[in-house]
Nanobody
Framework: QVQLVESGGGLVQAGGSLRLSCAAS????????MGWYRQVPGKQRELVAR???????NYADSAKGRFTISRDNAKNTVYLQMNSLKPEDTAVYYC?????????WGQGTQVTVSS
């Protein structure tokens, strides 16, 4: 089992920044990748960014150039630095970990960007 606890969401004005954190605990060995997804009501959850065990990262087109995913292995924590936020970034953001081909999810953190 992997437990994921997110923090860092909130309300910010357009153009502002937020940093999300996701702390992993439990059976964290063999995690293949960790990442962030987001979801708005009535829509499917979508990938924002992922970081693989070897350090490779990939981003949704909407996140490229504005968001940065990183990790601190000593703290078992993944971060999502979000800059130049737009109202369309408003969503619940979920941390995800893939371990042995099983997906684990955090409880979600709300990000609201006002115009």
């Amino acid at each position: 089992q992997v437990q994921l606890v997110e923090s860092g969401g909130g309300l910010v004005q357009a153009g502002g920044s937020l940093r999300l954190s996701c702390a992993a605990s439990g059976s964290i060995s063999s995690i293949q990748h960790m990442g962030w997804y987001r979801q708005v009501p009535g829509k499917q959850r979508e990938l924002v960014a992922r970081i693989f065990s070897g350090g490779y990262t990939n981003y949704a087109d909407s996140a490229k150039g504005r968001f940065t995913i990183s990790r601190d292995n000593a703290k078992n924590t993944v971060y999502l630095q979000m800059n130049s936020l737009k109202p369309e970034d408003t969503a619940v953001y979920y941390c995800n970990a893939l371990r042995l081909d099983y997906n684990y999810w955090g409880q979600g953190t709300q990000v609201t960007v006002s115009s």
